[in-house]
């Protein structure tokens, strides 16, 4: 289950609507994919560095207290935990534009995208309430599906390649290579591969998470890049890149295009449902976390508290709320425009997590926190270069993305002060008591 959780939230509906966002910057994503791809492998080797070291904290929150104190923290926390409900409505919005694959008014009507979108995200907050167990073995159901349609794809590519090879060469992008496209690629491509750390968030209710945590990170990661890098060439090469730029499902799109419009069909029922397992297993994320900071007096005591079945009833319904209105707010563009900005904020948000999850891996093993053993060599390296790529992935952001994330991360701070007073107050009531 904890490495269905890896690569469930992983391959959400990034993958496959990235195509056309990346088709303007031509063979310069292929770059930006590859160096995405190492990049998040090295923050995986930290992650899972990390949970083997502590075993016994509860998850990321604990790891960064360890290094930085409780306020910086909770301020990156609070960063990441935003990230999910701005992630979850643009990965709805993706799932609206597949449906539109079967119903046109979806797409047509914004406000018939907007109730269907919001009603997706209520109708897995419902499940996650059923308990853990049932949303990890949706999990594990549609990370299986998931991987069909991803699977297809390579076979196509390498039917056409066998079949007709010339086709490969028809539509090069025109694009000179540039460093500074790689860049904003870099940003795409990472939200795509959004969800490495997936396996550390619901760290308590892990059996021997010192073994199982790392194993799940570096699997899920490993088989997510493997299967980007190979499907990511495909339809940048077989579709013009104006058409490909302008598609709402490109992989529904280049199976219709090469083999007749149901098996595009076919292929965007397959995504509907991998986009779905995402949805699912991002609730399941961002509920855990919440119950965490509660747990850690970061946000009030009864985001804490569990139902009947187990599940942090409270911290669902608000992850619902919060979401419902990232979408709301999102729909008067349409759904590309929505998708393009709601992941690059979506992605900003998540950087102050990875940078400060590869500094505190380098700062514990340098205070001794973390014993020497055979793997420190490479996993000091990993950390370094982790921290690299999270450099270079900033740049690509933009200023409106980037203002939102610090506004975002701003509202933060005044929730952290209210806590720290709060627990202050506790303190003196029960010593006076």
């Not at 063979?27 to 590859?34: E, I, Q, S």
């Not at 490109?250 to 419009?261: N, T």
């Amino acid at each position: 289950m904890c490495t269905a959780l890896v690569v469930g939230n992983i391959i959400g509906t990034g993958i496959f609507v990235m195509p056309a966002a990346l088709a303007p910057y031509g063979l310069n994503a292929v770059t930006g994919w590859g160096v995405t791809a190492l990049g998040c492998l090295f923050l995986a080797i930290v992650l899972a560095a990390l949970a083997r070291s502590f075993s016994r904290d509860d998850g990321p929150y604990a790891y960064l207290t360890r290094a930085f104190g409780e306020g910086p923290a909770f301020l990156v926390m609070w960063c990441y935990w935003i990230s999910i409900p701005v992630a979850n409505a643009a990965i709805a919005i993706g799932v609206v534009g597949y449906l539109g694959t079967f119903f046109p008014a979806l797409t047509a009507t914004p406000g018939w995208s907007a109730v269907t979108a919001i009603t997706l995200v209520w109708f897995f907050v419902l499940v996650n309430l059923r308990g853990a167990r049932l949303a990890g073995g949706v999990q594990v159901l549609t990370t299986v599906l998931k991987l069909l349609p991803l699977l297809a794809v390579v076979a196509l590519g390498v039917w056409v390649l066998v079949q007709h090879p010339g086709r490969y060469a028809q539509h090069l992008p025109p694009n000179p290579a540039s460093w500074p496209q790689v860049n904003s690629v870099l940003t795409l491509a990472l939200f795509a591969m959004l969800g490495i750390e997936c396996a550390t968030i619901p760290a308590g209710r892990v059996r021997t998470p010192e073994t199982t945590i790392p194993r799940a990170t570096l699997a899920g990661t490993l088989i997510a890049a493997l299967l980007y890098c190979a499907v990511s060439v495909v339809p940048m090469l077989l579709i013009p890149q104006p058409q490909l730029a302008a598609s709402n499902a490109p992989f529904a799109d280049l199976f219709s295009r090469e083999l007749g419009g149901q098996y595009g069909s076919v292929l965007a029922a397959f995504v509907i449902v991998s986009a779905l397992g995402a949805l699912n297993g991002w609730t399941l994320v961002i509920a855990e976390l919440t119950q965490s900071l509660a747990r850690h007096r970061g946000f009030p005591q009864v985001l804490s508290r569990e139902n009947g079945r187990g599940a942090p009833s409270w911290a669902l319904l608000v992850y619902g709320v919060v979401t419902t209105l990232m979408l709301l707010t999102n729909y008067s563009d349409s759904i590309a425009a929505g998708f393009a900005f709601l992941i690059t904020v979506a992605t900003a948000a998540n950087l102050p997590f990875y940078y400060a999850a590869s500094l505190a891996y380098l700062l514990l093993r340098r205070r001794g926190e973390i014993a020497r053993d055979g793997r420190a060599g490479w996993q000091i390296a990993a950390g370094v270069l982790a921290t690299a790529y999270c450099v270079s992935a900033s740049i690509g952001i933009g200023a409106k993305p980037l203002l939102w994330t610090l506004a975002l991360g701003g509202v933060g701070i005044p929730i952290y002060l209210w806590s720290v007073r709060t627990r202050r107050i506790e303190g003196l009531a029960d010593s006076t008591a």
